[in-house]
């Protein structure tokens, strides 16, 4: 096997894309499908997408949510009810026309969102305040058209959970929505170590059919801005077009204030350009299929003698609740095996020869570099907790200094041309979507977020100089 | 509310079919969904599955299979490389023929089962024996077209796994055939409590485009068989029409042999059917979203006085690992819980009044009825898993009662149309497919399966006299 089969072919600074393209095939993640912009998430990618899973049904359920699943059809004139919302999503939907072996009479879209039919749902199980709140969440498939469809980023199918609430009040309803974008961005810094800025949307950034759109956007490598995770306030625009009523206390028919919250298989790609490197994936330890792999060092005789050594040491670890995986395949050298598993972003490697083993020790190095370090066997299962622990916490510091070295507080216009080129500007804007769409024109930077943290400041907006529109900086960058 | 609004209005004796579709639905397990044939697995029955998934993902999982996921879509013209199971299909398909607003070149078919799509990347994935066994499975939705819905048994998508494996040889292929069937019949045993007859399907009956399909067999409560979970044995058929090859030890190409099996949301209707009664659903606990139900006795001021000390015994009963919850809705009676949560189908209730506080004791209810007991708070934590575990195996011993009391070996055809009247004939038959047609268009039983367990026996078929085919008694019945 050459070089350019086992390592990366290309750095991260030569060409970002193909960078990210030959990573995650090369790492097992992921291959495209037969049909077009589809994706097959093989094993490797497939365990991240569940680990990642767990972490967040856990913290969905523990604030009171139920899953429960709608139908994939949805008939196409359920899209129609909201104006906006078909609107939006009219250019990217999937339809069936024939099933059965006839022509349907009403075409059935394949859910880009569920909305629409959780809504209808929804109106048929509330009537009474005592009904309310509603809380639910689905995991599940969806399809939007993509014209330039990105694995994991933007496929044409991609899995998700939707998250779909109904209340009585506006404020009960926001309470949710600022409840999801919490936990998102609590999953990305400590199940993904990213370092997150939430904030909402401009209105010409929101969710077709929304009253209010939140986001928490994360910095890839390249500079680039990625939507991770977004949250919406519905108002009673859904309400209205499917008649989601309650009768209240004091015995009123009322609309009920409805939400909805999305996090997606691109939470994979988002872990690949936030932490990868010119060898490979980087992963964070909670999203590591392994955690840590053992490679028994010496060929023929000498491996036949550390591999059950390597094994017993894999044992003592798992007791210490570490996913571990021994290495021991004879046709392979462990210099194979060491890109191999660098390519694939396991945060430990342990090497384990005849002189190791006599001496009772490991080597033990780390994906990111530094030091090799010997780790007596008996104290392994002890020492490598805190080990993944500290591996964690230098990822989401690794990435929030480059985050802020690539984060320019500007007020001029070339400044903010320099900032975005990079990285990201955090600047005063009018509010106006044609000096938005001026600015995308001439930079190819969006608006991604008025931060919810930023504090009060007011300034001329940094393209056509008028009074700024929300009453702090906002976020502007190029996105994916 | 009326008792027919609370109770199941109509009993299993009176109209199966109809005590089936009120039950699901009153029990809060499903829907209808808005276009034909779907279904909406509200958050109770959603519970079941996933409860259902955890123990078969770990038993999938722990014989060392991956998960991953194939698209959603498939081209038409992969359908069509496998001539049997194009044929089989066909009639069932939903065919995506627009997408993002243009008609598409080749429509998608949107997947009936994966075969085709995960025969085609196994192709790309396998070359050498090193690479095999080749072990994957899916979580995933499937569609197939339904002329008769019924929701759970046949709904027009339905939720599933579906285990695809490649093996060197044709021994390799049959072994895991046989271990994902020993799977089904453990899961439907120790899980669910139904008690299945394994065995293989007639050539009328196989999956199209296998060489062998298997099957469990269950019997409901109207006597009707369900096949529960089938396992088939592909030959090379798929890995013809696919080009799936590797090449062997000794250097030569060869096909692989391939295996599918799959499990699906059918179950949560097997269970219901298993087990329900007059009164609703009865789960057995492993699939119980709660294995206890407490509810608080004595309105207002009673209620306000027990509601804690519920709230104590639930806390304790967590710590024991059981799934919990008390009942303290104000707004609704006593009488009115206890009958709410039978027609869930909890196996235990726990009623607590003033004066079972006061005596430090609860009052236990069974679900399948009994004298009411005393256990003692301090106790309860120690008492209810045996009492959990004693109820799995009174749900496993009546059910398997029922099956044999319902179970007829015959050698005449009277016998044998009385038998399938009810329940299941054990008969010989002459493999015939004119002569299952025949007794089918009589009695409308089919033959379930070859049983793998039968003592080999010989004598004339039941329906034509002709000699037996398959060394053995089949089982016949009508199906759902």
Redesign the interface.
Known sequence: MTRSELGVGVGQDQDFAAWYNEVVAKAGLV?H???KG??????YG??I??LLQAELDRRIMDTGH??????????QS?LQREAEHVEGF????????????KELEE??V?RPTSET?IG??MA?WISSH?DLPML?NQW??A?R?E?RPRMFLRT??F?WQEGHTAHASKSDAMRETMLALDTYAEVARDVAAMPVVAGEKTPGERFAGAARTFTIEGMMRDGRALQSGTSHYMGTNFARAFDIQYTSEAGRLEYCHTTSWGMTTRMIGAVVMTHGDDKGLVLPPTLAPYHVVIVPIGRGEGAEQVVPGARELADRLRGAGLRVHVDDRP?VSPGFKFNDWEMRGVPVRLELGPRDLAARAAVLVHRLGGEKEQVPLDRAAEILPGVLEDFHALLLSRATEFRDSRTATVDGWDDFAAAVATGWARAFHCGSSACEDEIKAHTAATPRCVPLDGPPESGPCVRCGRPNEYGKRILFGRAY
Chains 1, 2 share one sequence.
């Open positions: 291959e499908g037969p049909a589809t994706m097959v998430v093989r094993p497939y365990r997408w569940e139920e899953n429960a699943y709608f139908p994939l059809f949805i008939p359920y009219s250019p990217e939907l999937a339809v069936v026309t024939h099933a059965g072996g075409p059935l394949v039919v209808h749902m048929r005592r639910l599940a498939n399809v058209w014209l044409t199918e899995l046709q």
